[in-house]
């Protein structure tokens, strides 16, 4: 079965207020990993393996705090003007050494002769790349091909495509995948395509899934190309 979602709506739970409760919660946590490690010289054998197991909840609140403080950076709306083209390049550059590593190699294709001249914060709309291919090699754990595929809608637009063939997205979890926080795996921390929607939207684009399960999922990037001045 195939479920489409277009997500337009803001999202406005990765606010301010969030990345400061996050900021306070730092302090406490140092504090008690300074205690648990007290604690540590002077507990029995039962107590230590309690405590290892203490610290690992630890280290993983810290890590999810420290990609939420990532994610949600103020950034001071570097807006340079920059080829898309390039940057998925340079993207994919980047990830195809991790992707060869799990047998996945990345397929480009883009149409040689257009420009795609875009006006933004070059690092976010990156980082937004960074993740998709990384969500897409995680969902292939046995290996296989990514597609990237950069072209143009019309004059105005430039669509870039990722479309891997992995696990694919259950039905009822599509609508969630753009909720802070929701996350299928063990490991994640389900923040990153909270974080992509709100670049993209800050950029005025949109982000369009498609997927289905066990042939593979296709993210696309719709951004508004910079007018010829
Ligand atoms: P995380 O990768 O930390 O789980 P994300 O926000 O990047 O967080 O993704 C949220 C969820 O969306 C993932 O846990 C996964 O269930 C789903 N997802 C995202 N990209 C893909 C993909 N290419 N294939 C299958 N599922 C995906
Ligand atoms: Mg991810």
Known sequence: MKKRLNHTESLSTIGQLAASIAHEIRNPMTSLKGFTQLLHQTTNEDGKRYLAVINEEIKRMEEILTEFLEVSKPTNNKFVSFDIK?????????????????NIELIISLTPESKFKFLGDRNLIKQVFMNSIKNAIEAMPK???????????????????????????????????????????????????????????????????????????????????????
């Open 143 to 229: 290996g296989g091909n990514i597609f990237i595929t950069i072209s143009n809608i019309g004059m105005k637009n430039v669509c870039i495509e990722i479309k891997d063939q992995g696990q694919g997205i259950e039905a009822d979890k599509i609508d969630k995948i753009f909720d802070p926080f929701f996350t299928t795996k063990s490991e994640g921390t389900g923040l990153g395509l909270s974080h992509s929607i709100q670049v993209i939207k800050s950029h005025g684009g949109t982000i369009e899934v498609v997927s289905e399960i066990e042939v593979g999922t296709s993210f696309k990037f719709i951004l508004p190309l910079q007018k010829e001045i």
């Open 86 to 102: 390039e940057l998925i390049l340079e993207v994919a550059n980047f990830m195809a050494p991790q992707a060869l590593m799990k």
